[in-house]
Protein backbone atom coordinates (compact mmCIF):
# COMPACT_ATOMS: atom_id res chain seq x y z
CA UNK A 1 0.00 0.00 0.00
CA UNK A 2 1.02 3.43 -0.54
CA UNK A 3 0.80 6.54 1.37
CA UNK A 4 1.58 10.66 1.41
CA UNK A 5 2.99 12.46 3.68
CA UNK A 6 2.69 16.44 3.66
CA UNK A 7 4.81 17.84 5.94
CA UNK A 8 3.49 21.25 6.68
CA UNK A 9 -0.15 21.88 7.14
CA UNK A 10 -0.02 25.48 7.03
CA UNK A 11 2.27 27.63 5.00
CA UNK A 12 1.98 31.60 5.33
CA UNK A 13 4.20 33.67 2.94
CA UNK A 14 4.27 37.05 1.63
CA UNK A 15 2.90 38.27 -1.82
CA UNK A 16 6.42 37.19 -4.31
CA UNK A 17 8.24 35.60 -2.21
CA UNK A 18 9.29 32.25 -3.18
CA UNK A 19 7.38 28.98 -1.22
CA UNK A 20 7.78 25.21 -1.88
CA UNK A 21 5.32 22.74 -0.29
CA UNK A 22 6.75 19.72 1.00
CA UNK A 23 5.57 15.84 -0.41
CA UNK A 24 6.92 12.44 0.25
CA UNK A 25 5.49 9.28 -0.52
CA UNK A 26 5.68 5.51 -0.03
CA UNK A 27 4.76 2.48 -2.54
CA UNK A 28 6.48 -0.16 -2.73
CA UNK A 29 6.56 -0.18 -6.97
CA UNK A 30 6.70 2.89 -9.26
CA UNK A 31 3.84 5.66 -9.11
CA UNK A 32 2.14 8.36 -10.90
CA UNK A 33 2.77 11.70 -8.84
CA UNK A 34 0.19 14.71 -9.04
CA UNK A 35 -0.62 17.30 -7.36
CA UNK A 36 -4.02 18.97 -7.15
CA UNK A 37 -5.20 22.40 -5.31
CA UNK A 38 -8.24 23.36 -4.03
CA UNK A 39 -9.09 26.92 -4.17
CA UNK A 40 -11.61 28.31 -1.44
CA UNK A 41 -15.31 27.41 -2.30
CA UNK A 42 -14.21 25.22 -5.37
CA UNK A 43 -13.23 21.67 -6.37
CA UNK A 44 -10.34 19.82 -6.46
CA UNK A 45 -8.32 20.90 -9.62
CA UNK A 46 -5.15 19.06 -10.94
CA UNK A 47 -2.20 21.00 -10.84
CA UNK A 48 0.76 19.15 -12.73
CA UNK A 49 1.20 15.84 -12.78
CA UNK A 50 4.50 13.68 -13.12
CA UNK A 51 3.98 10.30 -15.35
CA UNK A 52 7.77 9.86 -17.24
CA UNK A 53 10.66 11.52 -18.58
CA UNK A 54 11.88 14.58 -17.60
CA UNK A 55 11.73 14.52 -13.79
CA UNK A 56 10.99 18.43 -13.67
CA UNK A 57 6.76 18.89 -14.44
CA UNK A 58 5.71 22.57 -14.49
CA UNK A 59 1.97 24.10 -14.67
CA UNK A 60 0.66 26.50 -16.77
CA UNK A 61 0.73 29.37 -13.52
CA UNK A 62 4.57 28.82 -12.55
CA UNK A 63 4.38 26.54 -10.12
CA UNK A 64 6.91 23.45 -10.97
CA UNK A 65 7.99 20.10 -9.12
CA UNK A 66 10.36 17.94 -9.30
CA UNK A 67 10.27 14.13 -8.96
CA UNK A 68 13.53 12.59 -6.55
CA UNK A 69 13.08 9.01 -6.47
CA UNK A 70 15.81 8.52 -4.23
CA UNK A 71 13.89 10.64 -1.93
CA UNK A 72 11.01 9.52 -2.96
CA UNK A 73 9.61 13.40 -3.11
CA UNK A 74 8.02 15.45 -5.25
CA UNK A 75 8.13 18.55 -3.85
CA UNK A 76 5.97 21.79 -5.17
CA UNK A 77 7.90 24.67 -5.81
CA UNK A 78 7.24 28.47 -7.16
CA UNK A 79 9.45 31.71 -7.07
CA UNK A 80 7.15 34.13 -6.97
CA UNK A 81 3.57 33.99 -5.47
CA UNK A 82 0.74 35.99 -5.79
CA UNK A 83 -2.35 36.69 -3.69
CA UNK A 84 -4.49 34.41 -6.06
CA UNK A 85 -2.27 31.58 -5.40
CA UNK A 86 -4.00 31.28 -2.05
CA UNK A 87 -5.45 27.98 -1.72
CA UNK A 88 -4.82 24.25 0.03
CA UNK A 89 -2.73 22.07 -1.98
CA UNK A 90 -2.99 18.36 -1.93
CA UNK A 91 -0.27 15.55 -2.86
CA UNK A 92 -0.91 12.69 -4.54
CA UNK A 93 -0.09 9.11 -5.82
CA UNK A 94 -1.46 6.20 -7.54
CA UNK A 95 0.24 3.17 -8.55
CA UNK A 96 1.55 2.18 -11.82
CA UNK A 97 0.90 -1.12 -11.52
CA UNK A 98 -2.12 -1.39 -9.60
CA UNK A 99 -5.75 -0.10 -9.68
CA UNK A 100 -6.40 4.30 -10.65
CA UNK A 101 -7.08 5.39 -6.69
CA UNK A 102 -5.32 8.38 -5.87
CA UNK A 103 -3.54 8.17 -2.27
CA UNK A 104 -3.94 11.83 -0.99
CA UNK A 105 -1.95 13.58 1.06
CA UNK A 106 -3.35 15.62 3.96
CA UNK A 107 -3.04 18.97 2.27
CA UNK A 108 -1.09 21.72 2.73
CA UNK A 109 -2.98 24.95 3.15
CA UNK A 110 -0.87 27.96 1.85
CA UNK A 111 -1.93 31.25 2.34
CA UNK A 112 -0.21 34.27 0.53
CA UNK A 113 -0.26 37.97 2.74
CA UNK A 114 0.35 40.73 0.93
CA UNK B 1 -17.85 22.04 -21.38
CA UNK B 2 -19.89 21.09 -18.26
CA UNK B 3 -17.80 19.69 -15.54
CA UNK B 4 -18.95 16.82 -12.81
CA UNK B 5 -21.50 17.71 -10.75
CA UNK B 6 -22.67 16.61 -7.52
CA UNK B 7 -25.78 16.90 -5.57
CA UNK B 8 -27.26 18.06 -3.65
CA UNK B 9 -24.60 20.58 -2.44
CA UNK B 10 -25.33 19.99 0.91
CA UNK B 11 -27.34 16.92 3.15
CA UNK B 12 -28.23 17.40 6.79
CA UNK B 13 -29.67 14.24 8.16
CA UNK B 14 -30.48 12.34 11.42
CA UNK B 15 -28.50 9.47 13.06
CA UNK B 16 -30.08 5.93 11.31
CA UNK B 17 -31.22 7.72 7.91
CA UNK B 18 -31.11 6.48 4.83
CA UNK B 19 -29.08 9.01 2.18
CA UNK B 20 -28.27 8.72 -1.81
CA UNK B 21 -25.42 10.96 -2.84
CA UNK B 22 -25.70 11.85 -6.41
CA UNK B 23 -22.74 12.12 -9.41
CA UNK B 24 -22.95 12.93 -12.76
CA UNK B 25 -19.76 12.63 -14.54
CA UNK B 26 -18.15 14.38 -17.39
CA UNK B 27 -19.99 13.13 -20.44
CA UNK B 28 -18.20 10.46 -22.31
CA UNK B 29 -15.91 9.68 -19.32
CA UNK B 30 -16.16 5.78 -18.90
CA UNK B 31 -14.72 5.88 -15.00
CA UNK B 32 -15.94 7.77 -12.07
CA UNK B 33 -14.62 7.45 -8.73
CA UNK B 34 -16.17 8.42 -5.07
CA UNK B 35 -13.99 9.84 -2.20
CA UNK B 36 -14.46 10.74 1.18
CA UNK B 37 -12.61 13.90 2.87
CA UNK B 38 -13.35 14.32 6.26
CA UNK B 39 -12.40 17.47 8.01
CA UNK B 40 -8.91 18.39 7.87
CA UNK B 41 -8.04 15.42 6.00
CA UNK B 42 -7.10 14.91 2.21
CA UNK B 43 -9.59 12.76 0.19
CA UNK B 44 -10.03 8.71 0.90
CA UNK B 45 -10.52 6.49 -1.62
CA UNK B 46 -13.68 4.67 -1.84
CA UNK B 47 -14.72 2.89 -4.70
CA UNK B 48 -14.49 3.29 -8.70
CA UNK B 49 -16.67 2.35 -11.76
CA UNK B 50 -14.85 1.62 -15.17
CA UNK B 51 -18.49 1.60 -17.22
CA UNK B 52 -21.16 -0.07 -14.91
CA UNK B 53 -18.66 -2.02 -12.60
CA UNK B 54 -17.73 -1.54 -9.72
CA UNK B 55 -13.66 -2.56 -10.11
CA UNK B 56 -12.41 -1.47 -6.89
CA UNK B 57 -14.30 -0.82 -3.82
CA UNK B 58 -11.63 -1.96 -1.41
CA UNK B 59 -11.93 1.53 0.20
CA UNK B 60 -15.91 1.12 1.29
CA UNK B 61 -15.81 1.44 4.88
CA UNK B 62 -18.22 -1.08 5.86
CA UNK B 63 -21.70 -2.79 4.30
CA UNK B 64 -23.50 0.51 5.22
CA UNK B 65 -22.21 1.78 1.95
CA UNK B 66 -23.01 0.83 -1.04
CA UNK B 67 -22.41 2.60 -5.28
CA UNK B 68 -24.30 2.04 -8.13
CA UNK B 69 -23.82 2.92 -11.87
CA UNK B 70 -26.37 1.43 -13.66
CA UNK B 71 -26.22 2.73 -16.82
CA UNK B 72 -22.28 3.26 -16.90
CA UNK B 73 -23.04 7.40 -16.44
CA UNK B 74 -25.06 9.12 -13.19
CA UNK B 75 -23.75 7.24 -10.10
CA UNK B 76 -25.15 7.10 -6.66
CA UNK B 77 -23.34 6.41 -3.45
CA UNK B 78 -26.09 4.90 -1.00
CA UNK B 79 -25.37 5.01 2.91
CA UNK B 80 -27.64 2.86 5.00
CA UNK B 81 -27.87 3.75 8.89
CA UNK B 82 -26.51 6.71 8.99
CA UNK B 83 -23.57 7.67 11.88
CA UNK B 84 -22.40 10.77 13.14
CA UNK B 85 -18.82 9.75 12.11
CA UNK B 86 -20.44 9.36 8.46
CA UNK B 87 -20.30 13.40 8.26
CA UNK B 88 -17.78 14.56 5.58
CA UNK B 89 -17.50 16.06 2.04
CA UNK B 90 -18.40 13.24 -0.64
CA UNK B 91 -16.55 13.67 -3.47
CA UNK B 92 -16.94 12.07 -7.04
CA UNK B 93 -14.38 12.52 -10.00
CA UNK B 94 -14.63 11.32 -13.50
CA UNK B 95 -11.95 10.35 -15.79
CA UNK B 96 -11.90 9.32 -19.74
CA UNK B 97 -10.59 6.17 -19.49
CA UNK B 98 -9.57 3.78 -16.33
CA UNK B 99 -6.00 4.46 -17.28
CA UNK B 100 -3.68 4.46 -14.03
CA UNK B 101 -2.17 8.07 -15.63
CA UNK B 102 -5.33 9.80 -16.41
CA UNK B 103 -6.42 12.78 -14.99
CA UNK B 104 -9.41 12.86 -12.50
CA UNK B 105 -11.50 15.58 -12.50
CA UNK B 106 -13.17 16.22 -9.67
CA UNK B 107 -16.64 17.57 -8.80
CA UNK B 108 -17.69 20.01 -5.96
CA UNK B 109 -18.48 17.36 -3.20
CA UNK B 110 -22.07 17.35 -1.13
CA UNK B 111 -21.10 18.28 2.48
CA UNK B 112 -23.10 15.55 4.18
CA UNK B 113 -23.89 15.80 8.17
CA UNK B 114 -25.31 13.86 10.47
CA UNK B 115 -26.68 15.25 13.29
Known amino acids: AQSVTQLDSQVPVFEEAPVELRCNYS??????LFWYVQYPNQGLQLLLKYLSGSTLVESINGFEAEFNKSQTSFHLRKPSVHISDTAEYFC????????????FGEGTQLTVNP | GAGVSQTPSNKVTEKGKYVELRCDPI?????LYWYRQSLGQGPEFLIY????????DSGLPNDRFFAVRPEGSVSTLKIQRTERGDSAVYLC?????????????FGPGTRLLVL
Open chain 1, 27 to 32: SSVSVY
Open chain 2, 27 to 31: SGHTA
Open chain 2, 49 to 56: FQGTGAAD
Open chain 2, 93 to 105: ASSLTSGRQETQY
Open chain 1, 92 to 103: AVSEKTSGSRLT
